[in-house]
């Protein structure tokens, strides 16, 4: 292969994102006879799901921090294959930010990294966005506290660079990444003296019929269930931490029941000690790629907005697709099924019909998962005027209500330009949802953010080389 | 005693080398990356933030929070959950914008 | 059925920064303002571009003589709200990168300098002393002292505050539907999606979309969209003082051209950013992004300060300035119509014109003699399609 993108003719198919939707997409695409691109920020293939240590670490068993290890495996196998055939190109420390459209295809923008003096850019027919999700948080007192971390940052962390933040880890938030993350850290090492969930999952028991048509999560479910079960953690229902305590770093949590609405009950709180906190409220897909390119999106049961995208997986934009958590977040299984669909379409065959019903089943599964983990009204309730909102440019409550009560700000975005909330390094990335509810405008509209991550000022002053068209 | 999470995995890791942060050495295994060396190192905080002064270090760790930012080989604002802990990799606790040397 | 609402004096359309401006001196002469915007308070063009107040790029004429009164009274609304408004008076430097250039500049500073614009001409070698991170390559510049700088969505707000302390009213997320006229034509005031409020006053103060409140109240008036791209940096310590750019600037923003133009104008904001904007272009209200403008100033920028080539850009903002075709705004009573006025097509200089605008506005409204004379700014001046 060239080492250098822009020296190739141009791709049938640029694939952003080398997890399980990504992965998955790119060598079915190749199994249909498509030249691939296949980019990723990060250096590894694997995404979220399939994180794992880097080989200079020699885990034996990285089976053991994942359940269905194989199906990576045979991925990761079949994409060497097509790598060594020429047929798919694997761009690690690539990070996407921003797609043009430019005639009749797109040339994907790049950058390499803070070192790289160039601009690179990738020339392909079509693009497949499985840029995945990251985890959507509800501040609280005490959340920029060093040792508070988010449950799928605690979870990455370990399968990557096999570490911990601490040795008492309270888990806390909302969805099933929390007992996944209970599960690895206990497996791991970890105590964990309580899961702190603000639903009582009763939005899954209400219908079993769709649970039972999906066993594979049932399984897995029951798999975070017998080892917490095992390290006798215990699981809080109804309940969130309502503030971290500490100076330098976390020290103890309170706790405190939560009502229907997750309005905090006065009375309820009591103390955890702890070194560490997990937490997280979900996930939020990472749309801005398509978003920017005026994609539709459609909000979720969970409230996140996530793309629009018909039974092909094909956006509203033309040759542009989208698989996995872009399209609303269902997990490893579902990310897979869509990218093996999306590939059919983009090479013109026809998926088959099992493939169609499995992910139909997955999603009604995860749609109704969602419904269950959406965020109650109430939970602003655990706020303080001091918390801060913005993590980046330390924005307290007190800032953005008086932008919202006293200079006419209805929506995150004039909050954001009265008050610098999501103004900083993340891009509203953290804050976003919080903003959203304090502007009073419920959840969040679609992301805008023309530039998907940071680039060097260098890279942009650089001359665009053209990209020859294949 | 407990387990440790290279013991779950059965790590037989590639020796360990150095990374220096604030002058100090710290253990790092190749593959880790800066964050991860430094929570093995029981560090959680490598940043202060531009207004209040505050302590920070990995919150999200996947690259999107830009909370675990650090002047890492004198490059300011660089995010140690992504770059790897390579051996000789210098890493200063980052002050506010980190950029204090270009102020006039 | 709409509410109605108490009658009102005067109804300004628009929560930007000029519409802001209007209701401001409005209230403060003690007139009934409501104002109404569709959106949030500066959801247009002014949360979308930057906060420049110049006088360096004007040339004699009706709009510098708007700009010199501007500017005086932006210090005088920072007494009050200068921290609040992120208000600047840093002054601007505009710098040359050839002899030809220092002289085309030497003649342009003469020509303000007859009409009270202050501008001393920096040698090369001291261009420095006040930009350090200066490239060492410039031909010399001039040093404009009058120049300021505000955030504009803050400026909006807080203007609009104040108006409010007055006795203004502000309805956001509101449409104004239509204008309503007597038979024989004159304003009755106008309907939003939800309510009707009746004012023998309305100013049309709808910035880029002013073309079509026009329409509303059924005159002609060419308001047109010219984009531009912002670049914003990540957070930085001050590392440029002043508002600077290179003299085409001045080219760029007078040109009718509908191509692409960038001109890097730099500034450093409260916040932390340095700006560096901003590219024109007449495409209508695309918002795609143009890698061309990026690349553009990007480079600019490097070029005049290198040490920019070493910071990240975190994100871009993008607007389209509300242009008329001779480059001027509208501003003051349509003669067509009585009741209308227009204070909307103040294209890239909208941040900076829009106090005078508001002054000017309210001196009309009650029956003053206005301060500067409006005829080059009357809405009828341009032929119906
Ligand atoms: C931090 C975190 C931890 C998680 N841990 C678990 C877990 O333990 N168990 C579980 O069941 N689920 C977990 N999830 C849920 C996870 O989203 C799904 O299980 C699954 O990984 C989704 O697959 P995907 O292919 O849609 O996206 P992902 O797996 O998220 O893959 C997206 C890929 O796109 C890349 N990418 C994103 N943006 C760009 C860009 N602009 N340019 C280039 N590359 C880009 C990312 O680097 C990533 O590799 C986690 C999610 C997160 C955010
Ligand atoms: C990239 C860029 C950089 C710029 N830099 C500068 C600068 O440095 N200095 C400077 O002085 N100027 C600058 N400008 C120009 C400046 O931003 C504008 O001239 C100014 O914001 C115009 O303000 P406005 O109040 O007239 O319009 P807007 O801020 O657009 O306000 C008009 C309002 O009217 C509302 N509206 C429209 N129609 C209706 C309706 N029917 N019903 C209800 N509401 C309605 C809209 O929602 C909008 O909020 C720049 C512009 C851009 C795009
Ligand atoms: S921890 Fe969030 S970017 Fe590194």
Known sequence: MPTSPSDVPRYDLAVIGAGPAGLAAAVTAADLGLRCALLDAGRQTGGQYYRHPAPGLGAARPDRLHHGWSAYTGLADRLAAHERAGRVGFLGGHQVWALERTGDGYAVHVTLGPEAADRATVPAAAVLLATGAYERQLPFPGWTLPGVVTAGGAQAMLKAGLVLPGRRIVVAGSGPLLLAAASSLVTAGAEVPAVVEATAYLGYARRPGVLAAVPAKLVEGAGHGSALLRHRVRLRLRSAVVEAHGTDRVTAVTVARLDADWRPVPGTERRIDCDALAVGHGLLPQIELATELGAATRTGPDGAVALQVDARMLTTVPGLWSAGETNGVGGADLAIAEGELAAHAVADRAPRPALVRRRARLRAFAELMAAAHRPGPGWTGWLRPDTDVCRCEEVPVARIREAVEELGAGDPRTVKLLTRAGMGWCQGRMCGPAVAWLAGSGEPGPDRRPFACPVPLSQLAAEQRAAAEG | ?104 | MLKTEPPLDVVVVGAGVVGAACAYYAARAGLAVTVVDRGPVAGGTTGAGEGNLLVSDKEPGPELDLALLSLRLWRELADDLGAAMEYEPKGGVVVSSTPAGQEALRAFAAQQAAVGVVAEEIPAERLQELEPHLSPRMAGGFHYPQDAQVQPALAAAHLLREARRLGAKLITGETVRAVRRRPDGAVLGVETDRRRLDAPAVVNAAGTWGGELAGLAGVHLPVLPRRGFVLVTEPLPRIIRHKVYAADYVADVASGSAGLQTSAVIEGTPGGPVLIGASRERVGFDRTLSQEALHRLAAQAAELFPVLADVTVMRVYRGFRPYLPDHLPAIGADPRVPGLYHACGHEGAGIGLAPATGLLIAEQLTGKQPELDLVPFRADRFPAA
């Not at chain 2, 253990?27 to 505050?54: F, K, M």
């Not at chain 2, 760790?61 to 051996?87: S, Y």
């Open chain 2, 1 to 104: 005693m407990r387990r440790t999470p290279a013991e779950l995995v059965g790590a037989e890791p590639g020796p360990a080398h150095h990374i220096d942060f604030d002058g100090r050495p710290v253990p790092a295994l190749p593959g880790q990356s800066i964050a991860a060396a430094l929570w093995a190192d029981g560090v959680l905080a490598w940043r202060t933030t531009r207004v209040g002064g505050r302590p920070r270090g990995v919150f999200c760790g996947i690259g999107a929070c830009f909370d675990c930012l650090a002047t890492v080989n004198g490059r300011p604002n660089q995010r140690t959950c992504l770059l790897p802990a390579e051996p000789g990799t210098t890493v200063t606790t980052q002050e506010g914008h980190g950029r204090a040397d270009l102020a006039i």
